[in-house]
């Protein structure tokens, strides 16, 4: 019991520690739009995205799943060794696949003519195939870390490059006046620098006689189902944008681009959970109290996800405006409810479909994303010529919400627990019909609204609130003891 505390106490702390990083950084970063929106254009930044998100594209291609066989066979058997040669068979496999993906950067001009009509932005596809090079040379050591729990040095890494990235960001959009290419050679820049830190604090090399190539057999096994599954949830997440590039142009990514900005708020909390959750679940997902613990996570989760959803939707509009130098980016408001909602639904079937995980079945995660994405694709197929932004946003809600049932119904039957999905699931249906019907109000009666709605919030939640402040405060009591 002691070592399931011990174990949801390091969970808290590492989640903490990346969500005060990421608030720090992503708060200077939101506060850098009104530099974006002055110095490019919705087609810049929409020529911009298109690249970055190519990049998306291509690194889970090269990756093969392996990064999340990483964390499922780390902890798999109680060798001493294990973790070692896991670390050091990826290390190695990984800077091979990086340097493929460098060779692969002679078929620049070809993409760059699919994109964009015009092989004059072939140098930015070049930047984009570098991008994924330097991901996968530093993803074993990112990985490393946190399977270590050693979430101070990995959030300091974090932190840092995206310092760096921030500060080059101002250096090439506002100095240089660099255009498209400001936030593509940026990212490059401040990867290489990522790549640097974490091989500086995991402080350990890969070695030979470390290697398994039989271990590499058995958790390329593994990944490969997931590869498919990585272009399906990138058809979920990104297609859109593509899309929205063939029939409304670069500009209309740009714009939509600006909304994706806002729910980079949201993935504060989304990405430190879900980085400090792998190893808690994995680490207690046999003690007595797993389960209840799981269902608290998923309760808190919900909680915070969809309070700063609501928030951001019913005031997002007179953010944008107050955040946007050009009256052309303005229209960003218009998907910006959707979006917000389909990455809470996201980032919750991410908690519930750790049962698949411990079965190691990554075959249902397939299916899942497999009808997500089918329906996401179709919607935008159909819908986007016509109404542009607002169905590419419905389209990624329903495609996650779909994700989200198969994922819990596979779950369920593969690990049995109870998440409370059912008041999760009512509450986030009342939150969005409100943001739905009241979205047009005077900002005063949204306020009052917002105000009436968090309060009725907290008292739905109130025992899962109540419980966690007790922990907290017990946490802070027994340091004071010394225990």
């Not at 660099?178 to 070695?207: D, H, T, W």
């Not at 994405?373 to 389209?395: Q, R, T, Y």
Request: charged share 15%; net charge positive.
């Amino acid at each position: 019991m002691e070592q399931g505390k011990n174990n949801l106490t390091e969970f808290l702390k590492g989640s903490g520690i990346l969500v005060l990083s990421n608030v720090c950084l992503k708060a200077i970063n939101f506060f850098l739009l009104p530099l974006y929106t002055k110095y490019l254009s919705p087609d810049q930044l929409g020529i911009s995205d298109s690249i970055t998100n190519l990049t998306s594209f291509i690194l889970p291609l090269f990756t093969l799943g392996l990064d999340s066989a990483f964390s499922a066979f780390y902890f798999e058997k109680n060798e001493e060794d294990r973790g070692k040669r896991v670390f050091s068979t990826l290390t190695v496999t990984f800077f091979f696949m990086g340097i493929i993906a460098l060779f692969l950067a002679v078929f620049s001009g070809g993409i760059s003519n699919i994109l964009f009509h015009t092989g004059g932005y072939s140098h930015l596809v070049v930047m984009a195939f570098g991008c994924v090079t330097v991901n996968l040379w530093y993803l074993p050591f990112s990985l490393e870390l946190r399977m270590k729990n050693r979430m101070f040095f990995f959030g300091l890494a974090n932190v840092l490059a995206s310092l760096s990235m921030i500060l080059l960001n101002i250096l090439f959009v506002a100095v240089f006046r660099m255009g498209e290419e400001s936030l593509v050679i940026s990212s490059l820049l401040s990867n290489f620098f990522q790549l640097i830190l974490l091989i500086l604090f995991v402080k350990r090399a890969p070695r030979k006689e470390e290697t398994d190539t039989a271990l590499l057999g058995k958790m390329v096994r593994y990944g490969l189902p997931l590869v498919p599954m990585s272009v399906l949830n990138w058809i979920l997440a990104l297609s859109d944008r593509y899309v929205l590039l063939h029939f409304h142009g670069e500009g209309t990514v740009g714009v939509y681009g600006i909304a994706m900005r806002f729910v980079t708020v949201l993935n504060v909390v989304i990405s430190a959970i879900s980085m400090a959750y792998t190893t808690f679940a994995f680490q207690v997902k046999d003690s007595d109290r797993a389960k209840r613990q799981y269902y608290y996570v998923f309760q808190v989760e919900s909680f915070l996800l969809l309070g700063m959803c609501f928030t951001v939707t019913l005031f997002g509009p007179e953010v944008i405006r107050l955040m946007s130098s050009d009256e052309a980016y303005y229209s960003a408001s218009e998907p910006l409810r959707d979006l917000l909602f389909a990455q809470a639904v996201f980032a919750m079937s991410g908690v519930i479909g750790y049962g698949i995980n411990f079965a190691k079945k990554s075959g249902y995660y397939l299916l899942a994303v497999s009808a997500g994405a089918a329906v996401n694709l179709g919607m935008n197929l159909i819908f986007i010529p016509k109404f542009g932004m607002e169905a590419a946003a419905a389209a990624t809600l329903l495609g996650y919400i779909i994700v989200f049932v198969l994922v819990s119904f596979f779950s369920k039957r593969l690990y049995p627990c109870h998440y409370g999905i059912l008041r999760s699931g009512i509450v986030t249906a009342a939150l969005y019909l409100i943001c739905f019907f009241t979205g047009e109000l005077d900002p005063v009666y949204r306020f009052i609204i917002w105000a009436a709605t968090a309060s009725a919030a907290i008292f739905v939640y109130r025992d899962i609130l109540g419980k966690l402040l007790h922990f907290l405060r017990s946490q802070v009591f027994h340091r004071g003891q010394g225990v």
